[in-house]
């Protein structure tokens, strides 16, 4: 089970947009669409951000969202905030191994 | 209120045997699965495993297999993760989450630092 790949590191300026890719392979992401957001503080517990690839729970902002297009699914987060620096992991249900579920590596938000 | 809530900071010996747990409540804990997550010092997250507590099917990530032990006792809403023997490269803190439907990981321990050292 390979992880998926995110890009290490991204960054913006205060209310302008970014975009997190998430690429997998056709045994998860293109296949399922069963692609999570997280969203990771310093010190904090991870905090669901998107599910099932462009949902919501509840009392999440609606700046987040998020979409895929074939092996590679995106998270969005627009009119970014200082708050909004973080870590972000996604994570995708898997037909390869026997877990049936792998993270990708995780990629740093900085906000200018 | 949905809450997770975990055993917690350890500090262990190489070769010791350890524990940990993660109790839920605020729901039916035999109807959602439990994962167990692992993150070490200044890296990314990794499933380690995940069980069903209705009926203890309990899946592991391949390099965990064999290394750790994923339980649940239903009597006291309670999910467990355990190491027969530890190394300093157990070194991590570990999550519990509970997932509410297919990617849906909503519900989060706030984690239980191990500590490996001689």
């Known amino acids: 089970q390979s992880a998926l790949t995110q890009p290490a590191s991204v960054s913006g300026s205060p209310g302008q947009s970014i975009t997190i890719s998430c690429t997998g392979t056709s045994s998860d992401v293109g296949t399922y669409n069963f692609v999570s957001w997280f969203q990771q503080h310093p010190g904090k517990a991870p905090k669901l951000m998107i599910y099932d690839v462009s949902n919501r729970p509840s009392g999440v902002s609606n700046r987040f969202s998020g979409s895929k297009s074939g092996n590679t699914a995106s998270l969005t987060i627009s009119g970014l905030q200082a708050e909004d620096e973080a870590d972000y992991y996604c994570t995708s249900y898997t037909s390869s191994g026997t877990l049936g579920w792998v993270f990708g590596g995780g990629t740093k938000l900085t906000v200018l | 209120e949905v809450q997770l809530v975990q055993s917690g900071a350890e500090v262990k010996k190489p070769g010791e045997s350890l524990k940990i747990s993660c109790k839920g409540s605020?729901?039916?804990?035999?109807?959602?699965?439990i994962g167990w997550v692992r993150q070490t010092p200044g890296k990314g997250l990794e499933w380690m495993g995940v069980i069903n507590p209705g009926d203890s099917d309990t899946r592991y990530r391949p390099s965990f297999q064999g290394q750790v032990t994923i339980s649940v006792d239903k009597s006291i809403s309670t999910a467990y993760l355990q190491w027969s023997s530890l190394k300093a490269s157990d070194t991590a803190i570990y999550y519990c989450a509970r997932q509410v439907a297919a990617s849906r990981w909503e519900h989060w321990g706030q984690g239980t630092l191990v500590t490996v050292s001689s």
């Open positions: 605020g729901y039916s804990f035999p109807t959602y699965w």
